[in-house]
């Protein structure tokens, strides 16, 4: 199977076999590939779409707070997936397995 920077196969939440093996291994392009039992994750990929993500539910979030009477069903929906994904940021960072910076850091 050849290798793309692009996301191969994710993991859906609660998808992931407990007890299954993590291993890291770096690709042609410094990206660094994260094995759960046959996936393989290219992380830069999934961390563009969790920022990506972040920043979609925070405005959401913050659109619909201004509402007269936004659905408090999917307001808690909606602050329930950004904590989600905040988490996986959180992880991804704690476990140095980010390798690009984010989106809004302007480069010269």
Do not use: C
């Amino acid at each position: 199977m050849n290798s793309t920077p692009e996301l191969e196969k994710t993991a859906s939440k609660g998808s992931s076999k407990k007890g299954a093996k993590s291993t890291l291994a770096p690709s042609e392009l410094g990206d660094k590939l994260l094995a759960i039992g046959d996936q393989r994750i290219h992380v830069n990929a999934v961390t563009t779409k969790i920022r990506d993500d972040i920043a979609f539910l925070e405005d959401r979030i913050l659109r619909m707070e201004k509402m007269k009477n936004p659905s408090e069903t999917v307001l808690n929906t909606y602050k329930a997936m950004l904590d989600s994904r905040k988490s996986v940021l959180q992880w991804l960072k704690e476990h140095d397995m980010i390798t690009t910076p984010p989106a809004s850091v302007k480069r010269a």
